[in-house]
């Protein structure tokens, strides 16, 4: 084996990797992104419990769907 198809075995397998990579960031991403929003939707639903009016019932709705669906959206990125 020469020194240049070794080069471009390292090369290969270091491209893969790297895309490996960038759809584990992209997949954590929406994960996070996900969590906080339904953090968020708790935190607001103890306030709608004590306070309740429509806005603040809509903002809890808004919050968990949005969430719902940056996890639902974070099992795209999971094969790459």
Known sequence: MTIEEELA????????????????INRDKYIHLGFILWAFGLATVTYVVVLPTV???SM??????????SLFYSKRFKGQ
């Open 55 to 57: 806005g603040d019932v």
């Open 60 to 69: 809890t709705l808004i919050f968990f769907i949005l969430g719902g669906v």
């Open 9 to 24: 075995r390292l090369n290969s397998k270091m491209d893969e990797n790297h895309q490996q990579n960038i759809g584990r």
